[in-house]
């Protein structure tokens, strides 16, 4: 790799490692610590593991990877011009390079099953609803795109070797800058559709106006998601380049690993409502009402309706029950109904 003139002393200390560190360090632990408290709250809301579950914590094995690849990439000089990163390691840039694939294929796994996630959510709430057949469709197009990036991470170059080595001129490969703003639109329009997706039917619920905004408001953390997705999209059209790896893909690296995190963070937060109510329940500001029980409504006699018992419950299985089954003094939300047309 040519680099034109010898570095100057200052060029080769500047280091901007810390910029990715930090941010990625925090939301790495608020993410981790979410889907404990995601997996906690199944047990005050007397449910089952099911498959919202298992892509929570798949994601989170991705985004450990992730993390765990971000940390290893310091020994590689990330942060680093890539003329001070040849002074520690002489095939620091293939090497780079090496990672930085493997990272960008755990990237793809992780948003996928993030996405997944939201999807098995609000169909195991609004499964028998009409929007069923937008959740399939949904379902299909992630899976698609997940494959579609997948075999053009794989086949960047014609050659795979290619990919890895900066020197080879004469290497046919793909515009990489190209690719990576197409698949990253895409991700917004996704993002954008799996938050506005559930609006319409959350506001068609029989529960009060202060609730439907609040469980409204549970699903817009996901439109957090979109922000990073588009805050991706300008980092790749006007900072995105390879002349300088470990440098100038690190607003790239970043962005891409706030997604993960902050996505796993937005898809657990709907589910915490059981185990919240499950501590305040516990704590010495709680009121107890006395009339509780006389006043939930006896929803074993409806018909036409199905009920959400919460924002991470089984809502048929435990309203079947009669009140003074459910052992657990948590309160539910308020007749909480939708036409199980979508209408």
């Known amino acids: 790799m040519d680099f034109g003139p010898p570095p100057t002393p200052e060029f080769l200390a500047e280091?901007?490692?810390?910029?990715?560190?930090?941010?990625?360090?925090?939301?790495?632990?608020?993410?981790?610590?979410?889907?404990?408290?995601?997996?906690?709250?199944?047990?005050?809301?007397?449910?089952?593991?099911?498959?919202?579950?298992?892509?929570?914590?798949?994601?989170?094995?991705?985004?450990?990877?992730?993390?765990?690849g971000i940390l290893y990439q310091r020994k590689l000089g990330f942060g680093k011009h890539i003329q001070a990163a040849i002074l520690i390691d002489p095939n620091v840039a293939a090497n780079f390079l090496k990672l930085t694939l493997s990272l960008e294929f755990v990237y793809i796994s992780a948003i996928t099953c993030v996405r997944f996630c939201i999807l098995f959510f609000l169909w195991r709430i609004f499964g028998p609803t009409s929007m069923r057949k937008y959740l399939v469709t949904l379902l299909v197009v992630c899976g698609l795109l997940a494959l579609t990036n997948y075999i053009g991470a794989a086949l960047n170059c014609f050659r795979v070797n290619n990919t890895f080595d900066p020197n080879d001129l004469a290497k046919k490969c793909i515009d990489s800058h190209k690719f990576y703003v197409a698949i990253a639109i895409f991700n917004c329009v996704i993002d954008f559709s799996l938050m506005l997706l559930p609006v319409p039917y959350v506001l068609r619920l029989q529960i009060s106006q202060r609730r439907k905004w609040m469980v409204v408001c549970s699903f817009a953390v996901a439109g957090l998601t979109c922000i990073l997705s588009a805050i991706k999209v300008d980092v790749i059209i006007n900072k995105f380049s390879t002349a300088d790896p470990t440098w100038e893909t690190l607003d790239l690296m970043k962005w891409s690993s706030l997604e993960i995190f902050c996505g796993i963070v937005a898809v657990c937060m709907p589910t915490?409502?059981?185990?919240?109510?499950?501590?305040?329940?516990?704590?010495?500001?709680?009121?107890?009402?006395?009339?509780?029980?006389?006043?939930?409504?006896?929803?074993?006699?409806?018909?036409?309706?199905?009920?959400?018992?919460?924002?991470?419950?089984?809502?048929?299985?435990?309203l079947a029950q009669p009140a003074e089954a459910r052992s657990l003094p948590i309160e539910e939300w308020e007749s909480d109904e939708i036409d199980p047309r979508g209408k």
């Open 15 to 68: 280091d901007r490692y810390n910029d990715i560190f930090i941010d990625c360090t925090a939301t790495f632990v608020l993410c981790f610590v979410c889907v404990i408290l995601r997996l906690l709250s199944t047990r005050p809301a007397r449910r089952s593991l099911w498959l919202d579950d298992g892509a929570a914590v798949l994601a989170l094995i991705f985004a450990i990877g992730q993390y765990v």
């Open 272 to 318: 915490f409502r059981p185990l919240l109510l499950w501590v305040w329940v516990r704590t010495p500001f709680h009121t107890p009402k006395t009339s509780q029980v006389s006043q939930v409504p006896d929803r074993t006699k409806a018909s036409g309706h199905i009920y959400l018992a919460d924002m991470g419950g089984e809502s048929q299985s435990r």
